[in-house]
């Protein structure tokens, strides 16, 4: 990222571009809610005029149509601001919520928790009326449910999700990169190839004694797991030496970790270090099967750049329709 320096002092806003390339990614989500919205109403009118123009009991049964979606038919990524993404009804719950009401966890979600215990429905009945109630009441007010105000929003709900979980900065980073991976395949062909869908979990996973940051798995008709993506990242600060020989090691003790653990695992590396050897790098890329480097300094970094989000998108593209795969289960 190019710094703004302004009369010698640092005033770049890198915070601004994680959080708007994360948000970015909700819009594949938005889009599955607009055909929806547009086979329940059996119209072709935009999500933004179906929410200002429907009758609360119609946007009650889209909402549902949402809510109950099966796996089957391709469901889109929602997330958190470090790029965990949300089980399917919480997402749903999330997104309406954003388009009509601050702090749904908070705020809202106490109140409808109340609404429960004073009736015989069930909690996503209730949810759902609620969220129903909210935008047929407001919506004068909001005046535009069209992406671009939608965005904003997401942003800004994003920033509040990311001040209140620390330390995953990094995390942060790759797992936006690999939201936009499977949200570039969704959005072009509305599934997830051969897999019916994708989870990414929600921390740190650990494999034979090792952890890895970030993860993400392929799942079956089913809802179970039939391939998992494993993403170690490594960052180095020194250029060479004893800690360059331990950071070596490390990798190789959580590449190792992950064949043995399961030869259908991906196994894909980040590593962000200066003057990193082409030679150590080559032999990587031998070992796993995505390597994304970055020869900057860790407090550096903070978004994958055009060249390796592209290599990182056909990467993943090849893994959902199926043309690779895992390295080891080659073996």
């Not at 908070?106 to 015989?120: D, F, K, V």
């Not at 007010?141 to 001040?163: M, Q």
Request: with cysteine; hydrophobic share 40%.
């Amino acid at each position: 990222m190019t710094l703004l320096i302004l009369e010698g002092v640092d005033i770049t806003h890198s915070r601004l571009v994680e959080l708007a390339n994360l948000a970015d990614q909700a819009e594949a989500f938005y889009e599955w809610v607009e055909y929806r919205f547009q086979n329940v109403f059996a119209r072709g009118e935009t999500l933004d005029q179906l929410l200002r123009s429907a009758s609360r009991k119609e946007i009650r049964k889209a909402i549902a149509d949402c809510y109950t979606a099966k796996p089957a038919e391709g469901l889109p990524l929602l997330f958190d601001g470090v790029g965990r993404s949300y089980q399917h009804s919480k997402a749903c719950y999330y997104f309406f919520s954003w388009l009509i009401r601050d702090a749904p966890q908070q705020r809202l979600s106490p109140l409808i928790g109340r609404m429960t215990r004073n009736s015989q429905r069930n909690r996503t009945e209730l949810e759902i009326d609620a969220l129903a109630a909210l935008i047929c009441k407001y919506r004068s007010n909001v005046k535009t449910f069209s992406w671009l105000a939608v965005r904003e929003v997401i942003i800004d709900r994003l920033e509040g999700s990311r001040r209140s979980l620390k330390g995953h900065e990094k995390e942060a980073i790759v797992r936006t990169a690999l939201l936009a991976a499977f949200q570039t395949y969704f959005a072009a062909r509305s599934d997830y190839g051969i897999f019916t869908g994708v989870e990414i979990a929600d921390k740190q996973v650990m494999v034979g004694g090792e952890s890895f940051d970030v993860s993400a798995n392929l799942l079956g008709s089913d809802g179970q797991r039939l391939r998992r993506i494993l993403v170690p990242i490594k960052t180095r600060e020194t250029e060479g030496g004893g800690h360059a020989h331990l950071f070596t090691r490390d990798m190789r003790s959580a590449i190792s970790a992950a064949r043995h653990d399961n030869a259908d695992d991906f196994l894909v590396v980040v590593i962000t270090a200066r003057n990193w050897s082409n030679r150590e790098a080559e032999a990587l890329r031998q070992q796993v099967d995505h390597v994304a480097l970055f020869a900057v300094s860790p407090n550096e970094w903070s978004e994958f750049n055009d060249e390796e989000q592209e290599r990182l998108n056909q990467f993943i593209a090849a893994v959902l329709n199926g043309s690779i795969i895992p390295k080891a289960a080659h073996k």
